[in-house]
Nanobody
Framework: QVQLVESGGGLVQAGGSLRLSCAAS????????MGWFRQAPGKEREFVAA????????DYADSVKGRFTISRDNAKITVYLQMNSLKAEDTAVYYC???????????????WGQGTQVTVSS
């Protein structure tokens, strides 16, 4: 009954930028921690970024620090991943995820989107 939907993926040249969006149909995940993960071909899914329930705390994988920014709108309905200075190694399917319960101080990602493809050409 709950579905997360990512959008904004596509093909971009190295050094370029993309902004991914994530929104929910069904339950609205206001006050839930949210995250972005990615999975490259032949590799396991890895953590990219997270934002806590209030939007006041963010976390990033070392590989994207300084280049990617996670945010959410004022109503905390839509979550974004701004990706700058993209590299070929950023090529992956990017997934949005939501925490299992609201107002948590520790993430337990439970709800997942279908993924959106990001391809960075060198």
């Amino acid at each position: 009954q709950v579905q997360l939907v990512e959008s904004g993926g596509g093909l971009v040249q190295a050094g370029g930028s993309l902004r991914l969006s994530c929104a929910a149909s069904g339950r609205i995940f206001s006050n839930y921690g949210m995250g972005w993960f990615r999975q490259a071909p032949g590799k396991e899914r890895e953590f990219v970024a997270a934002i806590n329930w209030s939007g006041g705390t963010t976390d990033y994988a070392d590989s994207v620090k300084g280049r990617f920014t996670i945010s959410r709108d004022n109503a905390k309905i839509t979550v974004y991943l701004q990706m700058n200075s993209l590299k070929a190694e950023d090529t992956a399917v990017y997934y949005c995820a939501a925490d299992r319960y609201p107002y948590r101080s520790r993430y337990e990602f439970y709800y997942w989107g279908q993924g959106t493809q990001v391809t960075v050409s060198s």
